[in-house]
């Protein structure tokens, strides 16, 4: 099969989805023939951030999902669609985020800070979910937070997001901020200094920056304000509204990919690092999870989680939904 030209690969795809009732939802770091619509000849039934995923995977009326990303994202489109069958065309598309946090260790951090709320950020998986008050994204991490009255907050598990939102959660409501210490592999190579070298080479750039970059890159690169710092879809939504037409971008590499596709007029400058979990899927493997629906093979895509976990996780999911 992979001998055979992408184009007949996605006709395989697109006549399999119709019959076997299934729908691709694909994240927007998955690589560039996978964030492609269907409308427009590609495979995708819709490309988006983690939100925007799990608020899509809410809307789905087809039995089967296959989901074009990482596992703790698969996770949350079952837990909000159990009766549905979740694909994932790669179980082992994990996340060093996702991996740096436990359940126990949620449960260990509450008997630690009694009545301190835990906002997880949605990178983690299902059994830690269940063990939080609220999830967020990097998306309403902010009005999450605000929401809270405690005057002490617990956010897991990425360091350098909680930094960075520490910074403005502190300063515009005074509330503290306990952080967990994982990291995402990707975001953390941002380094001020290989920034710093590209804004010298490209005056005129505005930078594109990730909330998951370190704190100490995003101060130094966004000093003189030429920029954001956001979640994927602020990032999206800034270069829309900015005049400039040369962007350092500080985030996924394939996320170049989506915004050449969709300011085919502007320049971005992406230092590329990948995701080596998002790489995982491909069109070989979604359409191999596609045919395995139905047959003996569907539990080798399928995601289970135990009962207990579907239900509790939910909880913390409908809440991070209610600010959408
Ligand atoms: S980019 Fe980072 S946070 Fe996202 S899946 Fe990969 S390792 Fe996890």
């Known amino acids: ?4 030209p992408i184009s007949t690969i996605f006709s395989e795809i697109r006549k399999l989805k119709k019959e076997k009732e299934a ?40 039995p089967n999902i296959i989901f074009c990303g990482v596992s703790f994202m698969a996770e949350t489109a079952k837990i909000l669609n159990p009766d549905k069958n ?15 946090i436990t359940g126990a260790d949620i449960r260990h951090l509450k008997a630690r800070y009694p ?30 937070a605000k929401s809270f009255e405690s005057d ?17 959660i502190e300063s515009e409501t005074g509330k503290k901020m306990i952080l967990w210490h994982g990291s995402c592999e990707v975001h953390e190579q941002f380094s001020s200094a290989s920034l710093g070298t590209m804004k010298q080479m490209y005056p005129d750039a505005e930078m594109l920056l990730h909330w998951e970059v370190p704190k100490d890159t995003v101060d130094e690169s966004l000093h003189d304000h030429k920029g954001v710092l956001g979640s994927t879809n602020d990032i999206l939504k800034y ?40 790489k995982k899927i491909n069109m070989a493997n979604t359409l191999a999870a596609l ?3 139905g047959t003996e093979q569907q539990a080798n895509y399928e995601i289970s989680l135990p009962s207990e976990i579907l239900k509790r996780a939910f909880t913390p999911i409908k809440r991070m939904l209610d600010f959408v």
């Open 23 to 62: 729908v691709i939802l694909s994240h927007y770091y998955m690589p560039p023939e996978l964030q492609i619509l269907e409308k427009d000849g590609g495979v995708a039934d819709f490309i988006g951030d983690s939100l925007g995923l799990s608020v899509e995977a809410i809307k789905v009326q087809a």
């Open 152 to 168: 002490t907050l617990i956010f897991v598990p990425d360091v350098y997001m909680g930094q960075n939102l520490k910074a403005k």
């Open 239 to 278: 270069v829309g509204s900015s005049a400039s037409k040369q962007f350092i971008l500080a985030s996924e590499c394939d996320l170049g990919a989506t915004l050449r596709g969709m300011y085919p007029d502007r320049e971005f400058i992406t230092p590329c690092f990948k995701c080596p979990y998002m």
């Open 115 to 144: 009545g301190v709320p835990v906002i997880a950020y949605v990178n983690t998986f299902a059994e830690t979910k269940a063990e939080c008050d609220i999830c967020c994204t990097s998306r309403n991490a902010v009005a999450i």
């Open 1 to 4: 099969m992979n001998n055979q």
């Open 291 to 293: 045919k395995s629906i």
């Open 86 to 100: 979740v694909l994932i065309p790669d179980k082992e598309a994990g996340c060093s985020l996702a991996s740096s």
